[in-house]
């Protein structure tokens, strides 16, 4: 199982970043995938989540300004993050959970400056 993360950078509040995540080594349609965030001296937290039916779940933090979708065609997950606030400076790691236990991509930095 591989995921691989892209799409992090530095962006002042109130900017837009996409995030991609590129997988590979399992069935992506048939598996949940989840973005993860952790900032410094914190625990990583759940930022959003979509099913293989393709339901959606978001931290409420982010509600209205991110956007989670999937692509199963290519493989990919993505995360689209609008109105962005300091608090939401992190690194970002793609999530997907089967056989039992977590896998994680490498992670992408988000800074957001205000």
């Known amino acids: 199982v591989q995921l691989q993360a892209s799409g992090g950078g530095l962006v002042q509040a109130g900017g837009s970043l996409r995030l991609s995540c590129t997988a590979s080594?399992?069935?992506?349609?048939?598996?949940?995938m989840g973005w993860y965030r952790q900032a410094p001296g914190k625990q990583r937290e759940l930022v959003a989540r979509?099913?293989?039916?393709?339901?959606?779940n978001y931290r409420d933090s982010v509600k209205g300004r991110f956007t989670i979708s999937r692509d199963n065609a290519k493989y990919t997950v993505n995360l689209q993050m609008n109105s962005l606030k300091p608090e939401d400076t992190a690194v970002y790691y793609c999530?997907?959970?089967?056989?039992?236990?977590?896998?994680w991509g490498q992670g992408t930095l988000v800074t957001v400056s205000s």
């Open positions: 080594g399992f069935i992506f349609s048939a598996n949940a």
């Open positions: 999530n997907v959970y089967m056989k039992r236990r977590d896998y």
């Open positions: 979509i099913s293989s039916d393709g339901s959606i």
